[in-house]
């Protein structure tokens, strides 16, 4: 595929996006030639020399008539990255690297009142290369520096905070920084991953691109494999020290091509894995499935009819589907980061709908949200990215809102960490689920009864049809959409949702038509009330995203940045019966057919095995 083909050569290199480093390793190089992950006596040696220098900092470091710190800490992380790629049969990337990051902030003025929260201020943090070797003397020099720079913006910042509030006549109800979780030293070292076979998924993902030569209506493909094997340290002024090694692995396939109309459309769906995946004959299996999967439903949407016209009735989403709409709406509204301050005061489109809302109904009586660590071992975590022990909460309670995802930054009605602040290998923090559960209190339907409820609501609002919605497109995969018109202007107070991936069109005599061309309008999180019934099956889906709050990343990443910007989370749903979205019609020009006819599209050409 040109997009994606086109990608940068180094797979999910967030090091040098960011300001950190990368180090390829030839084909031949097994990963045991690679340098180690530094082990547990090691990793103390460079937190000790690290700490050192945070705490000669936060003494000496001044500036005349200007804050002095009261607070610093040091991220970096290593790791091994491996990523594979084929398309047609052949290799597209086969690579086997380190990559490592590191970062300093550093904090001025007082927890009551510090230089944070400012819009535009993410710069505040310094980065470097933390080295691929360890070595605590250089680490140690790198971290002055990078402090140093961090002390230089957190002043700037504080300094135009200060103006800001002398100018403006706004409200300062909580403090900018809460309590910490107390002194904390975990320390592990960390663990090299052995037996990753990149020859044997090198050749299961040449053997499943290969599957595209059967569909010859499809223009482009790729079969993508990517490892990520992470340690990850964190060192601050306040007696905290912790790490954690994380094996994160993502299979997947993705395709697009252009519709008989000219519309450009691409699919893609990916496994979600927690542990190194083993070649083999089960694996190849799995592999080809996902892939004809992928090229089978492209292929169905490319030959869909348009929508011809908007639609404002019920939707029926199914689980998969209603995971993902929970997943795009929850973190963005239900966390406690206050809303930044901006030269003209508080950024209120930006503050979360809930957090106003605790004690009041934001769901149907009928249902409760849990976002439960230690559930499913794919969204838990030991420590939080602030060293916070990650606690079970009740966020809705038979419809009333009762808690937030809260990290160390208070807000207005809760002060205190819950556990949920998250980072990612890019070293993004937020706040961010963790194992979000549905719980249905009373009567669940099956899914017929679900279509026959549908298809009743949309008779009342005047329709003689309506819509199911099967999958979301997930962005975090695919990235920007492929045409402009598929974008959407969102309006204050509004979430922008993904496309839909599979949207079928059911009628009372039990039509089914698959249909592209459609669009979820903006919205607002209100819309979970009208929630009008679920189904009795609940699955557990894994999901991918980045970290919430103002200053998350763009959730339309693409493979390449899928393990390296995001962090795990499942999400486990029933399907769910929704009044008051409303679909619009994707309206735009289209491009004119290739001129020169897809190598494969020829009746005498043979198909792949």
Do not use: C
Not at 104 to 116: A, Y
Not at 176 to 192: A, C, I, K, N, S
Not at 203 to 227: C, K, L, M, Y
Not at 274 to 279: A, C, K, L, Q, S
């Amino acid at each position: 595929m040109t997009r994606r083909l086109a990608m940068a050569w180094i797979a999910l290199a967030w090091a040098g996006a960011v300001g950190g480093a990368t180090a390829a390793t030839p084909r031949e190089h097994a990963p045991e030639a690679l340098h180690p992950l530094p082990d547990r006596d090691t990793v103390a040696a460079e937190v000790a020399a690290v700490r050192s220098e945070l705490d000669r900092g936060l003494v000496g470091l001044s500036v005349p008539n200007a804050p002095s710190p009261y607070f610093a800490e040091a991220r970096w992380t290593r790791a091994f990255v491996w990523s594979i790629a084929a398309s047609y049969g052949g290799l597209t990337r086969d690579l086997e690297e380190r990559q490592q990051v590191a970062a300093v902030r550093v904090r001025v003025g007082s927890p009551t009142h510090d230089d944070s929260g400012l819009l535009g201020s993410d710069d505040v943090a310094a980065r470097f290369d933390p080295g691929i070797e360890s070595s605590p003397t250089y680490l140690a020099h790198r971290t002055w520096l990078a402090q140093d720079a961090s002390f230089r913006a957190a002043i700037r910042a504080f300094s135009r905070k200060e103006g800001i509030l002398a100018r403006l006549s706004v409200d300062v109800p909580v403090p900018d920084y809460g309590p910490g979780p107390g002194p904390t030293v975990r320390l592990e070292g960390g663990r090299m991953a052995v037996g990753v076979d990149t020859e044997g998924l090198a050749a299961a993902v040449r053997r499943a691109s290969q599957r595209f030569a059967r569909f010859p209506s499809i223009d482009n493909g790729e079969v993508h494999v990517a490892i990520v094997h992470e340690h990850r340290i964190v060192a601050t002024t306040e007696d905290l020290a912790f790490d954690r090694t994380l094996t994160r692995a993502i299979v997947a396939a993705v395709a697009d091509t252009q519709a008989p109309d000219g519309m450009r459309i691409d699919h893609g769906r990916a496994i979600h894995l927690h542990e190194i995946p083993t070649p083999g004959p089960d694996f190849d299996r799995q592999v080809i499935a996902l892939t004809d999967r992928v090229l089978t439903e492209l292929e169905a949407l490319a030959s869909a009819p348009m929508i011809d016209e908007a639609y404002d009735g019920p939707l029926l989403f199914l689980d998969g589907a209603a995971a993902q709409l929970l997943a795009t709406l929850i973190p963005s509204q239900a966390h406690g980061v206050p809303p930044p301050l901006s030269e003209s005061g508080r950024v209120l489109e930006l503050e979360p709908a809930w957090q106003r809302r605790l004690g009041k109904n934001v769901l149907p009586p009928f249902l409760s949200l849990v976002d439960d660590p230690e559930r499913d071992p794919f969204g838990s975590y030991p420590l939080d990215a602030e060293g916070f022990v990650p606690q079970r909460i009740r966020l809705v309670d038979r419809g009333t809102l009762t808690s937030l995802l809260m990290t160390r930054t208070p807000g207005r009605e809760l002060r205190r960490s819950n556990g949920h602040a998250r980072a990612t290998p890019a070293l993004d923090v937020g706040p961010q689920i963790s194992n979000l559960v549905v719980e249905v209190h009373g009567r669940a339907r099956s899914q017929r009864e679900l279509e026959r409820e549908l298809l009743r609501r949309a008779r009342e609002d005047g329709y003689d049809y309506a819509y199911v919605v099967e999958s979301l497109r997930d962005d975090v995969l695919l990235g920007p959409p492929p045409r402009d018109s598929a974008a959407t202007l969102a309006g204050t107070g509004k979430v922008s949702l993904p496309l839909p991936a599979r949207l079928w069109r059911i009628e009372a005599g039990g039509r089914r038509t698959l249909v592209r061309g459609a669009m979820l309008a903006p919205v607002a999180i209100r819309v979970l009330r009208r929630i009008r019934a679920v189904g009795r099956r609940a699955q557990v889906h894994r999901l991918r995203l980045p970290v919430a709050g103002y200053g998350a990343a763009d959730a339309q990443l693409g493979l390449d940045a899928a393990l390296s910007h995001t962090v795990d989370v499942t999400v486990t749903t029933p399907a769910l019966l929704v009044d008051g979205l409303e679909i619009l019609v994707e309206r735009g020009e289209r491009e004119r057919p290739p001129v020169l006819a897809h190598p494969l599209r020829d009746d005498d050409a043979t198909a792949a095995p």
